[in-house]
């Protein structure tokens, strides 16, 4: 056991440590959340709600129709959805079947689904039909047998019927498709409450999720969470946002039910642990937001609700700060926002803060750590520039480039090692290897630093320094220092090669004020970077290439033509 010195700077109340052995597997925690809370709503998505019972109703008739045809403990099976109702239905299914949750980005190409499926031997899947062709492209390489296919208005009543029908025809938002013995979402569900469901014996080390990591360092790896992985992952989370939740001077939450903005997908490891499982835990409404981009549709779906939690990236908290819509929207009673994903930028916090009185609570992981490693104490009251403390059981250890810990206040590789660190990844034992100390520390391949008080720092991917001279450049600085002009939305610096200096500074901006010019925003760069971190090249854009979750990336733009 390492010294683990932040533990002082825990806010009160909050455990050094959480205890996964309350639950036998996650579906215990789904099970007895379905028992509890049965007359509660659960979940809404198009003005329409689910209620917990409903929800246990559905999933059990899901996995009775998926078990009758074969699907057992320890088989993959793949989610393609966006947030609609019947992600949560697809998701409690599979695991209450023992059968391993592969989740599927819905904007993937043929070529990346065909490489998931693949990879994870998945044997069904359960689809939106508005990517049913990329399907129908990647199917016939690999080992799905079973494909159940939704509609957008399947869960939504007679509603459902204009919804499909708008999405169809009047948006044209599913290409045609054939998938032949392919079988209809709710056709499924009706199949399946005819059926008895046995339920599998489930264990701590039984896996629950394989969710492959983005692939932006080369080809994309499943983590294999377990049961253990996740459910301590959702303990630890909720610990860490007690503080906020019984903040005094915000309304109470002994009248009024836990409500969670679900706008970040949920087929991502941030939202499945952060909103779904931990939201379902605690007796939480997700209201479901399908396209966080569309910001008129996400501002029409939650302005009916008083809203305590909302999760997100900077790039969204920058969006909605500055939509009209928004802005007008009550925050009275949000005590929760959580930062993760990609790096806070201390302008867009500001902005939030002065928006809505609640600060952005910064937090650190990764899909290998389901995903939570760090956050910012939940009853903060402003930015702090860190990613905050190792949660409850976790240690976190600075290691130099031989695997060596590093004193407290020197930089290098962020390793982490707790309950919520995966098992390794699927069917990678090299790749696990290199990734996992013999002390059983993860190596995340972030560079960071912890001060004395315990709080970490991260300064960017190793593959993202810039070496100028020999100088090392963190395009994390660079970015949050240009942020600050007022005349800029949104920016990323990279790495170019340079004839004198070997590599230099490129950024790319998306302006806020039109009239922002190359010459104002150099001298503001003189003003606040050392003369080797100034970009070199500066180049405006409309906007910038991201991730579905909203993460800016970085090497779509270094690996653009110059």
Request: net charge neutral.
């Amino acid at each position: 056991m390492i010294n683990r010195f932040w533990l002082k700077s825990y806010p009160a109340g909050v455990p050094a440590e959480v205890d996964p052995g309350q639950y036998d597997s996650l579906v215990h925690l789904l099970e007895e959340a379905f028992s509890r809370y049965r007359d509660r709503k659960a979940y809404v998505g198009f003005g329409k709600s689910m209620t917990y019972g409903e929800l246990d109703d559905h999933s059990r008739a899901l996995a009775a129709y998926l078990q009758s045809d074969g699907i057992a403990r320890g088989d993959r099976v793949a989610i393609m959805m966006p947030n609609v109702l019947q992600y949560p239905v697809a998701l409690a299914a599979v695991l209450r079947l023992g059968a391993i949750v592969v989740n599927v980005n819905p904007l993937y190409t043929p070529r990346e689904l065909e490489f998931q499926l693949q990879d994870s031997g998945a044997k069904a899947i359960v689809i939106l039909e508005n990517f049913a062709t990329t399907l129908e492209h990647a199917i016939g390489h690999t080992g799905v047998k079973k494909v159940i296919v939704a509609a957008m208005g399947d869960m939504l009543g007679f509603k459902g019927t204009i919804v499909n029908f708008v999405v169809r025809k009047v948006k044209k938002l599913v290409p045609a498709f054939d998938l032949p013995g392919a079988v209809a979402f709710n056709d499924a569900l009706a199949a399946g409450a005819g059926l008895s469901f046995r339920a599998p014996e489930l264990q701590h080390a039984d896996v629950a999720f394989l969710q492959y990591t983005g692939g932006t360092t080369g080809v994309s790896k499943g983590a294999t969470l377990s049961h253990r992985n996740v459910i301590a992952n959702v303990l630890q989370s909720e610990a860490w946002m007690q503080p906020a939740l019984n903040k005094a001077g915000k309304s109470s939450l002994e009248t009024e039910q836990l409500v969670s903005v679900c706008a970040l997908p949920l087929y991502h490891i941030f939202a499945l642990t952060v909103c779904a499982l931990l939201g379902m835990r605690v007796g939480a409404l997700n209201i479901l937001i399908p396209n966080p981009r569309d910001l008129d549709a996400l501002v029409k779906e939650v302005r009916p609700y008083r809203f305590h939690v909302f999760p997100a990236v900077n790039t969204l908290y920058n969006a909605l700060a500055e939509h009209p819509g928004f802005r007008k929207l009550d925050f009275s009673a949000l005590r929760v926002s959580n930062g993760g994903g990609m790096a806070v930028q201390r302008a867009t916090a500001e902005r939030w803060l002065e928006l809505t009185a609640c600060p952005i609570c910064e937090g650190y992981g990764l899909s290998e750590t389901s995903p939570s490693a760090t956050c910012n104490p939940t009853d903060t009251e402003e930015y702090s520039g860190t990613i905050g403390l190792p949660l409850p059981s976790t240690e976190i250890v600075i290691l130099d480039e031989d695997g060596r810990k590093l004193p407290v206040g020197e930089r290098g590789e962020i390793a982490i090692r707790g309950p919520q660190v995966m098992v390794g990844y699927w069917n990678r034992p090299d790749e696990t290897a290199r990734v996992m100390t013999a002390e059983g520390f993860f190596k995340s391949g972030d560079i960071g630093v912890l001060d004395s008080r315990g709080y970490l720092t991260i300064v960017d991917r190793k593959k993202d320094v810039i070496n100028v001279s020999g100088f090392n450049v963190f395009p994390n600085e660079v970015e949050s220092v240009v942020s600050m002009h007022p005349g800029v939305l949104e920016c990323a610096a990279v790495s170019v090669p340079d004839a004198h200096s070997g590599e230099a500074v490129k950024l790319f901006v998306v302006r806020r004020d039109p009239s922002l010019g190359e010459l104002a925003l150099r001298e503001f760069c003189a003003e606040q970077l050392t003369g080797y971190k100034r970009p070199k090249i500066i180049e405006f854009r409309q906007d910038l290439p991201k991730t579905n979750v909203g993460k800016i990336l970085r090497r779509a733009l270094r690996d653009a033509p110059h």
